[in-house]
């Protein structure tokens, strides 16, 4: 691994994500009903959902054919009320635009002769028992994380009492070593070493590992091991909101670090701003439990009390004390 951080303030790379029908297809377990047609093949660039009740009037002025396509109970009974010729004209005409897929809700039967058309054009049926709400709004969100823009850096990312820390430093300077500190302390691994990151929406990125390195950490004079393993599946995370970064560095005696906490700042990753702090490492220091507590002082930002704040205001009280008793208008 290179153990030069990556530069995540100048862009982000796959800015053009797509998204398969198959991966959608095994995150909503949904149910093949056209399995002779490859659902790798075909590709989503959309995150939003379409259900084509206009279409099966016979509108089609304004089509969204890029989405998935889902049939729910109200399009379904409007089906009902069609003669099979009619039926079959719209619904051909509706596959004819080459749509990722269709999703029909509450397990609601499928004609032969529909699923034929869908065949003929190669547009897969998939079928789920979840009411139609429910399944617009879960392929909404995973297709939102699948299709975000995404970016790949050199890190650490646990779950710390709920709060994301990505941890970030030099090759060697201790971040999986903490890691492993932390999961022992009873939080959780979301990845090590590579960490994969999706700009979900202007407010948010989701941290999640890389397949072939999720569950595991890698420990200079241990080697690989695996977490899931060796401390269950409580242990690790699939993915999680990155909420603050901690920077990991060798200690060095001539720069000022910072004692108070007064001026907050931040680091961009793909225009968020996230909240940092960095750490001088140095023998002695038991890093974890630094992590750990400046993960608790920010989830209690977050609630409304900031600790520099508290504590600048309690010398400005004792000052203004002392001031009084000196003036004589103390006791």
Known sequence: MNSTLLNISQGYNNLHQKATVAVLAERMNLENLTPEIDLENRVIEEYSIARPSFQLTGFFDI???????????????FMQTLSGEVLKERFEKIVSYQIPCIIVTWNLPVSEMILELCRSHGVPVLRTAKETMDADSEAIKLLRVMLSPKLTIHGVLVDVYGIGVLIRGDSGIG??????????RGHRLVADDVVEIRKVSDETLVGVAPELTRDFIELRGIGVINIRAMFGYEAVKGSQNIDMIVNLEEYRKEKNYDRFGLEPRYDDIMGNKIFKVDIPVRPGRNIAVIVESAAINFRAKIMGYDAPEDFMSRIKRIKENAAIRDDGCGV
């Open 63 to 77: 089509f969204p054919y890029k989405r998935v396509q889902i049939i729910g109970k109200t399009e379904y009974q």
């Open 175 to 184: 971040k999986s070593e903490a890691a492993l500190e932390l999961i022992k």
